[in-house]
């Protein structure tokens, strides 16, 4: 089982929709959830770090389900220049506190006049 | 603040043949990372530093050699390169490692072509 599952897509949306994005994690001592962007051949950009109790930025909402090891990315009235890939991804933790992160595979979306 | 650099963009290589990737960022940060990406596999740690004059292996350290004199470079070296090494390598860097610090700020990528 990798440790980092995302759903590769593509998700193709019209302008205007809203869309979920979904990722599970397999170690249950993850400490740290970021989702991150990344447009065609540039480099991946921090979208917005996961906080337990959920979070909102914008259009964009954040949550996280712990006993599930189960992180979600909400995109409300989508626009065009979100589409992009986003990548879910974990700190594992460990006491050495190395700021390793794991990286999914990315969820590619694609919005559409 | 130029952030995180790579050199160069692209490169073509040769079977057999050896270069460097140069990282270099202007923020002061301990931690840095060298990751390849690779169609349907994701982001893949190479080395990574946990400061000035250290370096160990990540998920797929065979066939690189990295090196960190300085706390703002971080070198990747291939000595002999073969087709697999064919991929975008991005380098990054972060502040800390533990909670609150880890967030990585990414390099523009360098595209390598090994024929």
């Known amino acids: 089982r990798k440790e980092v599952e995302q759903d590769p897509g593509p998700f193709n949306v019209p302008e205007g929709a809203t869309v979920a994005f979904n990722c599970t994690y397999s170690?249950?001592?993850?400490?740290?959830f970021f989702w991150y962007r990344q447009d065609c051949r540039k480099e991946p950009k921090l979208l917005m770090s996961v906080y337990s109790s959920g979070n909102e930025d914008g259009r964009f909402t954040a949550q996280l389900n712990r006993a599930s090891q189960y992180i979600s990315l909400l995109i409300r009235d989508s626009k065009l220049s979100d589409s992009a890939t986003y990548l879910c991804?974990?700190?594992?933790?460990?006491?050495?506190?190395?700021?390793?992160?794991?990286f999914g595979q990315g969820t590619t979306l694609q919005v559409k006049p | 603040n130029a952030g995180v650099t790579q050199t160069p963009k692209f490169r073509v290589l040769k079977t057999g043949q050896s270069m460097t990737l140069l990282c270099a960022q202007d923020?002061?940060?301990?931690?840095m990372y060298w990751y390849r990406q690779d169609p349907g596999m994701g982001l893949r740690l190479i080395h990574y530093s946990v400061g000035e004059g250290t370096t160990a292996k990540g998920e797929v350290p065979d066939g690189y050699n990295v090196s960190r004199l300085k706390k703002q470079n971080f070198l990747l070296g291939l000595e002999s390169a073969a087709p697999s090494q064919t991929s975008v390598y991005f380098c990054?860097?972060?502040?800390?490692?533990?909670?609150?610090?880890?967030?990585?700020?990414f390099g523009p990528g360098t595209r390598l072509l090994v024929l």
């Open positions: 991804v974990v700190n594992m933790g460990t006491s050495s506190n190395t700021g390793k992160l794991i």
């Open positions: 990054a860097s972060s502040y800390g490692g533990g909670a609150g610090e880890e967030t990585q700020y």
């Open positions: 923020m002061n940060h301990e931690y």
């Open positions: 170690n249950s001592a993850s400490q740290s």
